[in-house]
C-alpha cells in the first residue's frame, strides 16, 4: 500500500481552544491545527495531545468536544471545525485514573483529583527513589513499561481494589524513564468515607501493582548496574511457574 503524503487537497483546518489546566499546560487559548481530511474525532484529539505533550500529564481525564457538543470518537472532523479540550468541569464529580508519564508527577495533585465531599479520608502512597539500597549508593533509576498492558493491569486494579475495599475513588500515577534521587516514582491516592479503608486499599494496590503491572526497575549504582526483580513469582518454584502466571492472570 502507498502511503498517501499530505497535500493542500487532502488537508484540512481547524481551530482547537483549550481550557483551565489544559490552557495552562499549553499556554495557548487558542491555536489553528492542519489535519489530515476525513479525520475522525479520536485520531484528530490524538493529533492533538501529539502537537502538545504537554497534554499528556493530564492521562484519561481530558474531555473532548467538537462545535460545542462532545462527540463520538467516530465523529468526523471538518474544515472549520471547532475542537475543545479541557479538563472535567469544576462541580463534576472525580473519576479514577490510571496513568503512566515521563514527566515529573506532582503528588499533592494527583491527590487532589480523588477528593470527594462524601468522602472522610485521602490515602495518598508516594513511592521515590532512595539513594541508598542494601549498603550501595544508587545514582538514579530508570523504569521501564509495556505500557498498552501495564495501562491495562492499572486499570484492573482500580476495579478490584472498588470489588474489595469500601472506597469512592483511585487514582495512580507511574513514572517511567531516568528518575534522579529523591525524584516520585508512583503515586496512589485513595479516598473513602473512612480512613480504614483507604489505607487498606492503598497498601493493597501498591502490592499488586509490584506483582503483576509490567513495569520495570533499574538502579544504576556508582559500581554498576542491576534490573530488580520482580515480585510476583517468588513464591513459585521454576515447576510452578505457569501455576504463577495464571494466579496473576485470575487476580490471585
Not at 504537554?54 to 472549520?80: H, K, M, T
Not at 468522602?119 to 550501595?136: K, N
Not at 513499561?145 to 470489588?163: F, I, S, T, V, W
Amino acid at each position: 500500500m502507498v502511503k498517501e503524503e499530505p497535500t493542500a487537497e487532502n488537508q484540512i483546518a481547524v481551530r482547537v481552544l483549550f481550557f483551565g489546566a489544559a490552557r495552562d499546560a499549553v499556554g495557548q487559548q487558542e491555536v489553528t491545527l492542519t489535519l489530515r481530511s476525513s479525520m475522525e474525532a479520536a485520531k484528530a484529539f490524538a493529533e492533538v495531545i501529539e502537537a502538545f505533550p504537554a497534554l499528556r500529564r493530564f492521562g484519561r481525564s481530558l474531555l473532548f468536544a467538537i462545535n460545542e457538543e462532545y462527540a463520538p470518537a467516530d465523529r468526523e472532523v471538518r474544515a472549520g471545525d471547532e475542537l475543545a479540550v479541557f479538563p472535567p468541569v469544576s462541580g463534576g464529580s472525580s473519576s479514577d485514573f490510571f496513568e503512566l508519564t515521563t514527566d515529573p508527577i506532582d503528588v499533592g495533585a494527583v491527590a487532589r483529583r480523588v477528593v470527594l465531599p462524601k468522602c472522610g479520608a485521602t490515602v495518598t502512597l508516594d513511592g521515590y527513589a532512595r539513594e541508598w539500597t542494601r549498603g550501595r549508593r544508587t545514582v538514579h533509576l530508570v523504569y521501564e513499561a509495556y505500557e498498552p498492558m501495564a495501562q491495562r493491569e492499572l486499570e484492573r486494579l482500580g476495579r478490584q481494589a472498588h470489588e474489595q475495599f469500601d472506597i469512592a475513588h483511585i487514582g495512580i500515577v507511574h513514572r517511567t524513564g531516568r528518575l534522579e534521587i529523591g525524584e516520585t516514582s508512583v503515586v496512589i491516592a485513595v479516598s473513602a468515607p473512612h480512613r480504614k479503608e483507604a489505607f487498606a486499599a492503598c497498601e493493597w494496590a501498591i502490592r499488586e501493582l509490584k506483582r503483576t503491572v509490567p513495569i520495570w526497575k533499574k538502579e544504576v549504582f556508582e559500581d554498576g548496574e542491576i534490573w530488580v526483580e520482580g515480585e510476583g513469582f517468588a513464591e513459585y518454584t521454576d515447576g510452578d511457574l505457569w501455576k504463577g502466571l495464571l494466579d496473576v492472570a485470575n487476580g490471585l
